[in-house]
T-cell receptor
């Protein structure tokens, strides 16, 4: 069964500190992996997207890594800010050559991050 | 317990037809979201329900799209006069809402819509 597991489930850190969120998946065949940030009542904001051949990608203070061999990804947040408090969702796209109009998406449960002053 | 369910899982329709997509959230979840993802693109927020009200409809792409929720439970997303660009995976998610807190969203399996 294709799954995406994220850890930790929730995390509290002090403003200015760094943190790393983990995403392990068993999705196969793999197409791409995305990290989203989402605030309550708002739409998700895409942070990074990585394909099989990419092992790191940065977006400001966010850096995502991907190890396609071990099927692990991480999202590192540097110098956290109060506005980083949100849910971070890892989404893995399963390649489905039989479907022309949309790959199957497998969602992680998300990590809830709270940044405190 | 049961997770978020969506139906149908796949839908093929002709251009110009109306389609209705259904989402059954997790029991007790007051917040409900609709998204879509077109091939090769990211998640696109469509609409958010808190109870039966939709405080944020800003993501609906056109007036052909509408959604409703009843009984703080089932939600339907209706697309009228479908166009080929409506082809996408439509996802529903639900969460508890504790007033300002960030809550884990639970996603359904999605409905794949293909407009010919």
């Amino acid at each position: 069964k294709n799954q995406v597991e994220q850890s930790p489930q929730s995390l509290i850190i002090l403003e200015g500190k760094n943190c790393t969120l983990q995403c392990n998946y068993t999705v196969s065949p793999f197409s791409n992996l995305r990290w989203y940030k989402q605030d309550t009542g708002r739409g998700p904001v895409s942070l990074t997207i990585m394909t099989f051949s990419e092992n790191t990608k940065s977006n400001g203070r966010y850096t995502a890594t991907l190890d396609a061999d071990t099927k692990q990804s991480s999202l590192h947040i540097t110098a956290s800010q109060l506005s980083d408090s949100a849910s971070y969702i890892c989404v893995v796209s399963e390649e489905d050559p039989l479907v022309e109009y949309g790959n199957k998406l497998v969602f992680g449960a998300g990590t809830i991050l709270r940044v405190k002053s | 317990g049961a997770g978020v369910s969506q139906s149908p899982s796949n839908k093929v329709t002709e251009k110009g037809k109306d389609v209705e997509l259904r989402c059954d959230p997790i029991s007790g979840h007051t917040a409900l979201y609709w998204y879509r993802q077109r091939l090769g693109q990211g998640l696109e927020f469509l609409i958010y329900f808190q109870g039966n009200s939709a405080p944020d409809k800003s993501g609906l792409p056109s007036d052909r799209f509408s959604a409703e929720r009843t009984g703080e439970s089932v939600s339907t997303l209706t697309i009228q006069r479908t166009q080929q660009e409506d082809s996408a995976v439509y996802l529903c998610a639900s969460s508890l809402f504790l007033g300002g807190a960030v809550e884990t969203q639970y996603f359904g399996p999605g409905t794949r819509l293909l407009v010919l």
